[in-house]
T-cell receptor, first 115, second 113 residues
Framework: DTAVSQTPKYLVTQMGNDKSIKCEQN?????MYWYKQDSKKFLKIMFS???????INETVPNRFSPKSPDKAHLNLHINSLELGDSAVYFC????FGGGDKETQYFGPGTRLLVL | AQTVTQSQPEMSVQEAETVTLSCTYD???????LFWYKQPPSRQMILVIR??????QNATENRFSVNFQKAAKSFSLKISDSQLGDAAMYFC??????????FGKGTKLTVNP
């Protein structure tokens, strides 16, 4: 009964390839996020979707494209992978509306290694 | 823009002792939320404790408590009776209104037996 799940947990690929990471939440939340954690452990938001609508789009290369088929799923597709894309990518979810709902719950992370 | 600063890159504590991790933040929002997340070696991000800025009472969760000083924009985490399983990276985070969640750079906590 995992709350926020991501697949795959590990991804090793060559430069120039295209890859996708999938995220699903069963918490009934309406807002989902993608974060990137770099080698120095710094966590930074990339995207946020609320009810399938993009609401946060940080300065991220166009090679990164999020897709939300429904409010329980948020996928991240990365084109033409580069060495600098190597990181841990976290999905998270929350319920819009303030108070306790502002708490974000994180998935287990996907470690991406680009060779 | 929001900022979160954790001035202690690393801390260590003896098992069963108490340790305090520091965090300061800056936000222009009047309504905001503060969080401490724990990231053990498994890399899972786990919510430790949450504080709503409008609440004067400091949040507590079992052995974890915060010292929230709103005027000083300080939000420290106290871990009492430290256990080996508390060893992890601890991240302080702030979210104001409709703004994004912003993290500090983290503090690595080592628990010595």
């Amino acid at each position: 009964d995992t709350a926020v799940s991501q697949t795959p947990k590990y991804l090793v690929t060559q430069m120039g390839n295209d890859k996708s990471i999938k995220c699903e939440q069963n918490l009934g939340h309406d807002t989902m996020y993608w974060y990137k954690q770099d080698s120095k452990k710094f966590l930074k938001i990339m995207f946020s979707y609320n009810n399938k609508e993009l609401i946060i789009n940080e300065t991220v290369p166009n090679r990164f494209s999020p897709k939300s088929p429904d409010k329980a799923h948020l996928n991240l597709h990365i084109n033409s992978l580069e060495l600098g894309d190597s990181a841990v990518y976290f999905c998270a979810s929350s319920q819009f509306g303030g108070g306790d709902k502002e708490t974000q719950y994180f998935g287990p992370g996907t470690r991406l290694l680009v060779l | 823009a929001q900022t979160v600063t954790q001035s202690q890159p690393e801390m260590s504590v003896q098992e069963a002792e108490t340790v305090t991790l520091s965090c300061t933040y800056d936000t222009s929002e009047s309504d905001y939320y503060l969080f401490w997340y724990k990231q053990p070696p498994s890399r899972q991000m786990i919510l430790v404790i949450r504080q709503e800025a409008y609440k004067q009472q400091n949040a507590t969760e079992n052995r974890f408590s915060v010292n929230f000083q709103k005027a000083a924009k300080s939000f420290s985490l106290k871990i009492s009776d430290s256990q080996l399983g508390d060893a992890a990276m601890y991240f302080c985070a702030s979210k104001g209104g409709s703004e994004k969640l912003v993290f500090g750079k983290g503090t690595k906590l080592t628990v010595n037996p």
